[in-house]
Each structure stands twice: as structure tokens, then as C-alpha cells.
């Protein structure tokens, strides 16, 4: 097992409900990873940072409309002392600040991991409405998608991310090869799996895995990898085809 890193990929959370985390983060392999120090999460109450004693986080939207749009005096206020306390180690690259929203740039792989290469990231979505457009604007929000789909709030977006960063760090995963033979790691859908028993309602294992032969083993999985990207993710075949150097399968 790899030793704990002195300086740990470290989340900082802000939200209106910070009894939601760490929540699944707290369980499997990010809860043994968090409670082994491999990354540390710091869950901020943006509440705490509203200026009245009713601690108001946000207000009615200028020119009318349905919900209510968070106060960016009272987010800014929450997301600089976020990004103060997590420091900066000197000649770093700078760790960048994420904001869930339907507008952002998907979330994938390609993303998960330049995320994880930062160090650590600050993490704001908004609730009700959204937040005020001048916010987005003063600070260096980098907007990230889930997908084509609307949530309450973007806790379950974090839990997602969360998840997908920590399980790459090192010491994580059991097998070090268990990041690089999975879905997208190479621009492919994973090849499909199988174990024990050899024979079930009438299914037999592909008798290649049983072989024992490496290299037929190895050929049999990249084959079937990409028959799956072609058929069910044409959009993820066509990037890869256009990779290859012969422009062929």
C-alpha cells in the first residue's frame, strides 16, 4: 500500500446543507480513503456567512419571475474564505473552483482528471433560482455539467465528482491497473467482464478467457470494447477512430 501524502487532495464544499456530506462519500473506498487521511473534506455552511439574523441567502430576482437567486455578496464572502483557508503550495497550479449548473461544460473523464492533477477543488451550486449572474463573473468559476437533466441542488453532482476524483488517487484502488482498464480511460467503453459459475441459465463464459493465452485474451477484450463504443456511444467511436492512425477499426 502506498504511503498517505502529507499534502492530501483536499474538497472544500460549500453548501446550504452541510449535514448531507461527506454522506455516500463517508462509505466504500472514499470513506476508508477519507478516514486514512488520502483526502480530506471541508464542508462549509454558506449560511453562515449571511448578514442578517435570519441568516437570508438569497432574495426575489430583479425584473420578476418564479423562485428565488442567491445573494452574491453572501456566496463571494463563503467561496473567499473557502479558497484562502485552502492555501496554495508555492509554484502550484491553481485549484480550481467548480460550479454545478445545466450551462457548464459536461463532466467526464477528461475533466476527473484534471481536477484530481489540481490538488483540490472548491465546490458551489446554487439552490432555489440559481445564483446572481455577477457572481459567476467575479470569481474564476469554471461551470460543470452532470448531464441534461435538472437537480434540486448540486449535492448529488458533488457526490458524483467526489467519487470519481478520490477513487484515482494513489492508494485508493486495490489493483494500480483497476483505473486504466475501465470505461473511458482509453476513449472505449469497458469490454464485458465475467466470473464464476463458468456456466449459468444456459450461459457460458467465452471460452478466449479460459484460454490462459495473454495476448488472444488481451486482443478478444479490445475487440469487444470497441464493438460496444461503436454500437451503444457512436459520438465516443468517432473521436477514437479519428485517433487511431490508420482511421480504422
Known amino acids: ?39 480530506s473534506l471541508a464542508v462549509v455552511d454558506i449560511r453562515d456567512y449571511a448578514r442578517d439574523k435570519h441568516r437570508t441567502v438569497d432574495d426575489t430576482p430583479f425584473g420578476g419571475g418564479p423562485g428565488m437567486v442567491m445573494r452574491p455578496d453572501v456566496l463571494a464572502a463563503a467561496i473567499d474564505d473557502a479558497v484562502a483557508a485552502g492555501g ?6 491553481a485549484q480550481p473552483l467548480l460550479y454545478f449548473s445545466p450551462r457548464g461544460r459536461r463532466l467526464d473523464q477528461a475533466l476527473v482528471h484534471e481536477v484530481k492533477a489540481a490538488g483540490g477543488a472548491t465546490l458551489v451550486w446554487g439552490r432555489f433560482a440559481g445564483v446572481d449572474a455577477r457572481l459567476l463573473q467575479a470569481r474564476p468559476v469554471v461551470e460543470v ?18 467519487d470519481a476524483v478520490v477513487r484515482l488517487l494513489p492508494g485508493v484502488m486495490g489493483a494500480e491497473e483497476s483505473g486504466t482498464e475501465e470505461s473511458f480511460a482509453d476513449g472505449l467503453l ?19 478467457l479460459l484460454s490462459g493465452h495473454h495476448g488472444r485474451i488481451a486482443a478478444w477484450r479490445r475487440d469487444q470494447a470497441e464493438q460496444i463504443t461503436a454500437q451503444r456511444r457512436p459520438d465516443l467511436w468517432e473521436q477514437y477512430r479519428r485517433r487511431r492512425p490508420d482511421g480504422k477499426r
Open 145 to 162: 455539467s452532470l448531464g441534461d437533466f435538472v437537480l434540486s441542488g448540486g449535492e448529488i453532482a458533488a457526490y458524483a465528482l467526489l
Open 1 to 39: 500500500m502506498s504511503s498517505v501524502p502529507a499534502m492530501p487532495w483536499t474538497a472544500r464544499v460549500l453548501t446550504l446543507y452541510p449535514a448531507m456530506f461527506p454522506g455516500p462519500l463517508g462509505q466504500s473506498l472514499a470513506g476508508r480513503a477519507l478516514d486514512e487521511g488520502r483526502w
Open 88 to 93: 496554495q503550495q508555492e509554484g502550484a497550479a
Open 190 to 208: 469497458e469490454y464485458p467482464q465475467y466470473t464464476r459459475p463458468q456456466e449459468w441459465e444456459g450461459r457460458s463464459v467465452p471460452e478466449v
